[in-house]
């Protein structure tokens, strides 16, 4: 029997899904290497050298964890470790959604704020919610990939700081490395990412940052669970050691990346090319008369999501693309038929950017 062909991979530049998204032939190459004790001193050593372009990424001071999950898992880590009895869950979208979710399944209590989907939580309306309901703590999604809307974090973490005892739990998924998070500039309480994003490696890593009032808090809440605990992670963390068994080849895989962004000139410059990409999108959006879901200025940095245009569908936008080696997102949940979502996220460019969107034009003429 003849054996089949081996089939091409596809070109690296062409895979703009809203992740998990493309990853760079010198991160993938890296994975390769041979295999280390998860207890060795080269683990230790590994380990010991993300400490500092982490905080670099973060713009912290604190210790970064590390885990092998995806960022639902360190979601759930921030509800744990985080909420003492009862949460506000600012919802926009369905990965906000799914926040307020995990604390109902903690066995929280979850008060809602919701807006409509493509609207950002505004800090006046987190402000009048905080004074009618008492609540420990706060979760909110930075950039929410389901809409393309960045909520200014900034300001609500502002707002969050007017009330005593109150942590603010992020989800800067899609946010972080695509777009400024200043952790310890804005007083953030716990940040969570996930490596399949902005930082454009392969979808199983989570990494976070926690404050000293989310560590304090930790202590004192009793059902932290095991595989989640926050101060098990800190010790670990600080003896430059896993919790468990790690993703060795995945840590392999972050090391080479964050070697590359620092080339790159550091996470500011990445955040500048992101913003140049979302710019370009607009852009081009103006000239084609195409029209975003969220307003200007609550527009993600790293997930543009636009609305279909009048007597197309977002099947065959998608399709289209598909057939021509390229891939975006049709939209999430309850927009999968009326949006699509391009992820200029991670490593992607200008140039492939361009010609992305010339070849969308194309299928919308």
Known sequence: MTAS????????????????????????????????????????????????????????????????????????????????????????????????????????????????????????????????????????????????????????AAVVREFDDVLLLVDAVTSLSGSPVETDQWQLDFVLTGSQKALALPPGLALAAASDRMRERAKTLPARGL???????????????????????????????LARIEREGGVEARWRRHEAMRRHVEEWCERRGVTYLPRDGRRSWTVSCLNVPQGRTAKEIVGGLKQAGWTIGSGYGPLKESTIRIGHMGDHTIGALEELLALLSGLLA
Do not use: W
């Open 5 to 156: 062909p081996p089939v091409a991979p596809p070109a690296f530049g062409r895979f703009f899904l809203p992740g998990p998204t493309d990853v760079h032939p010198e991160v993938i190459a890296a994975m390769q290497r041979p295999m280390i004790g998860h207890r060795s001193g080269a683990m230790e050593q590994l380990l010991a050298g993300l400490d500092a372009p982490l905080a670099r990424l973060f713009r912290t001071s604190h210790p970064i964890l590390v885990g092998t999950t995806s960022a639902t898992g360190f979601m759930e880590m921030a509800v744990r470790n985080g909420v003492r009895h009862r949460a506000l869950s600012l919802v926009n979208g369905s990965f906000s959604e799914r926040f307020a979710s995990l604390v109902r399944a903690c066995g929280k209590e979850c008060i809602r704020l919701d807006v409509p989907l493509g609207c950002a939580v505004e800090p006046d309306m987190l402000r009048d919610s905080l004074r009618r309901t008492p609540v420990d703590a706060v979760t909110v999604v930075h950039s929410e990939t389901s809409t393309g809307v960045l909520q200014d974090v900034a300001a609500l």
């Open 227 to 257: 595989y989640f605990d926050l101060i098990s992670f800190l010790e670990a963390t600080s003896k430059h050691q896993p919790t468990n068994t790690p993703a060795i080849s995945l840590l392999y895989a972050l090391q080479t990346q």
